[in-house]
């Protein structure tokens, strides 16, 4: 009985020798390609950390790892029963339905996954940099295969899909070289003329004695509005983060109270002037 068992085992290897070889081949060809997809992944890793350990490509190179490793698969299968005549024009054809499908149901997540390559192909911002867009703005705390983690000035975190950032006008202040500082202000018409040239003046020195000002302002009378003239400073800082910018401009409105008062210039508020004929 033994005998006959072995017997039967010898023909069936000999029968299948081919295919059997071909498997093994093909085993040893996805451990081949997987480690030299492993290692690729670890020296990239390696690259990254190194320039920049903060770089949100370390967040997408798990899922890249992967995405390769079946996809090296998949051809080497395929090839492989190709090449002892099984007809893979069907089993490919069932994958690209069964892709179309889990497409449609994870749109989203395809949409958040290229949305994330994009983002990162465009360098638009990286972890750290403050940044403004409709919806959120704040400091970019993570940014993952799905979304970006924003933290408000209000300490709210925001997460938010990369597929919705990606399609929407984004702002970095953090890669900006300056920002602008507008201000309007107010005065009295019955402001005397040497007063009007004098809060001129003011804007002016306030501008040149701000360390965070740069070179460059602009100040002059902007509109005679209804009950008011106004007076116009636009300078730019070098203080591009929000807080920082925040505070150069508290700077410039408690100048401007300060002197505006000293000087006796008063300022106007919203109001009617009604005259009664006799």
């Known amino acids: 009985m033994l005998d006959v068992v072995l017997k039967d085992l010898v023909g069936f290897f000999a029968k299948h020798l081919d295919f059997i070889i071909g498997v093994v081949i093909n ?5 081949a390609f997987c480690k030299i997809i492993d290692i690729f992944h670890r020296n990239i890793e390696k690259n990254l950390k190194s320039k920049n350990s903060s770089s949100p490509l370390l967040n997408l190179l798990p899922s890249l790892n992967k995405i390769a ?9 395929a090839g492989f029963l190709q090449s002892f005549g099984y007809n893979v024009t069907s089993l490919i054809a069932g994958f690209g339905i069964t892709g179309l499908a889990v497409g449609f149901a994870a749109k989203e997540t395809i949409g958040n996954i290229f949305g994330s390559i994009g983002l990162l192909a465009d360098k638009v911002y990286k972890i750290g940099e403050y ?33 919705v950032i990606s399609n929407e006008p984004i702002t970095n202040f953090t890669q900006v070289s300056q920002r602008k500082i507008d201000v309007s202000i107010d005065i009295e018409y019955g402001t005397s003329n040497e007063k009007i040239d004098r809060g ?79």
């Open 200 to 278: 001129l003046e003011i804007l002016k020195e306030i501008a040149e004695e701000n360390d965070n000002i740069k070179d460059g302002y602009y100040v002059f009378i902007d509109n005679m509005a209804p009950s008011s003239i106004v007076l116009r400073i636009i300078a730019y800082t070098n203080a591009t983060a929000y807080i920082d910018f925040v505070k150069v401009k508290s700077e410039v409105y408690r100048a401007i109270i300060h002197k505006f008062r000293e000087e006796g210039i008063e300022f106007a508020f919203p109001s009617t002037s009604v005259y009664m004929a006799k």
């Open 69 to 77: 490793k079946a996809i090296i698969i998949f051809l080497l299968i």
């Open 27 to 31: 085993i040893a060809l996805i451990y």
């Open 131 to 163: 940044v403004k867009f409709d919806g959120a703005e704040g400091t970019v705390e993570s940014i993952n295969l799905r979304s970006t983690s924003i933290r408000t000035v209000d300490g709210l975190l925001v997460n938010v899909p990369n597929n």
